[in-house]
């Protein structure tokens, strides 16, 4: 990663979903990205699963009465690649902007399956990862499958290695030291909205561990968060008993700065904010003189992080299946070639995959 250039102002969005609709909130995300540039963002960072909507269901219905809920959300799910990322990926690149969006993701031909996840889109409207959240928080299991460590990883900005984790994992010290150790600046702590009385310590508790992870990783956190508009509340709570379990419409996002200080926000229950923050890259700088728990401050041969970002998979086939076994030549050296992304030897892959393509060139 190189050394950032300059600084930024990025934004918060504290909003609620066209809920359980992808269309109608992909458009409602394209307006927001769009007025969030307005107002000179150059990150924007959005709540967590904010299209199509989080499962809230799972804090007021038996997991029998969820289903009917979470088969909406089936449908409505996001797939990488899709009609929905490339949208908004257009409306990054109008921007010109990076954008850190919460989804429901749903792996192309599978039906079922479902992960919470942050897309991170360039200002010229690529996708440059997805981070699937590790391990679903509580009650999220009966909806969300666990991800892989491939989205551990950071991007470079020209305001610095942008990265981000979901709701609970900022309360992970290892997922967020796996950030860090990467020189992580700028951090989106990605929250739903907290607005039943079931889950009131947590969003006391989002406040702490977005404000925590500043300080401890030294970095600008950019903690966005969901509400719960009228519209969801009829939906989710139609009878008296189940609207009395809302406290109200949630929210709280903020900004902090590397010292743990309070950039912006905490934004109003409720309410529909784009918090801003102006991120001024010497704060970074005068925070890691004093304590940089990734590098000076700490002591690698003692202490030290494995992370494997390899895809993990349901099945592996060592069978050569039904397909003919490919004769030697080009066919083989492509397989070749890609097996060498899992090698974690750098250097090795590297000489055996000049090797490879002068055999394949020749071939």
């Known amino acids: 990663m190189s050394v950032p250039t300059r600084g930024c102002r990025a934004a918060a969005i504290q909003a609620a979903p066209v809920f ?8 409602k995300a394209c307006r927001l990205i769009g007025e969030a540039a307005a107002r000179g963002a150059e990150v924007v960072a959005f709540p967590e699963s904010f299209l199509p909507g989080f499962p809230h269901w799972i804090h007021l219905y038996t997991p029998a009465e969820s289903a009917r809920f979470t088969a909406r959300l089936v449908a409505a799910a996001v797939e990488v690649g899709g009609a929905a990322t490339e949208a908004l990926g257009r409306a990054a690149r109008q921007a010109g902007a990076w954008v850190v969006m919460g989804v429901t993701e749903r792996e192309p031909g599978r039906l079922g399956t479902l992960y919470n996840s942050l897309l991170f889109l360039r200002p010229d409207g690529t996708l440059a990862g ?3 959240k590790l391990m679903p928080t509580y009650a999220e299991k009966l909806v969300h499958a666990a991800g892989d460590g491939r989205g551990l990883s950071v991007y470079e900005t020209p305001h610095g290695p942008l990265g981000g984790l979901i ?16 020189g992580e600046a700028i951090h989106a702590a990605a929250w739903p909205a907290y607005p039943f009385r079931v889950n009131q310590a947590s969003r006391a508790g989002a406040a702490i561990r977005s404000r925590a992870a500043a300080f401890e990783g030294r970095c600008f956190v950019l ?21 009395k379990e809302i406290v109200d419409g949630g ?13 912006a926000g905490p934004a109003p229950p409720g309410e529909e904010v784009i918090l801003t923050a102006d991120l001024d890259l010497s704060a970074i700088v005068a925070g890691k003189i004093t304590h940089d728990v990734a590098g000076h ?24 299946g039904p397909a003919a076994i490919p004769a030697p030549g080009r066919d083989l050296v492509a397989d070749l070639l890609a097996r060498l992304e899992e090698l974690h030897d750098e250097a090795l892959g590297r000489a055996l995959r000049e ?6 060139d020749e071939a």
């Open 20 to 27: 359980l609709d992808r269309e109608a909130t992909v458009e």
């Open 130 to 132: 997805v981070h699937r």
């Open 223 to 243: 903690a966005p968060a969901g509400i719960l508009d009228a519209r969801m509340a009829e939906v989710l709570c139609p009878t008296e008993a189940l609207a």
């Open 297 to 320: 401050s700490q002591r690698p041969d003692v202490l030290q992080l494995t992370v494997d970002r390899r895809p993990q998979v349901a099945g592996r086939f060592l069978d050569p």
């Open 167 to 182: 709701c609970g994992e900022n309360g992970n010290p290892l997922a967020r030291y796996a950030l860090t150790i990467q």
């Open 251 to 263: 929210g709280g996002a903020a900004i902090y700065g590397p010292g743990g200080d309070v950039l």
């Open 355 to 360: 090797v490879l393509v002068r055999y394949r």
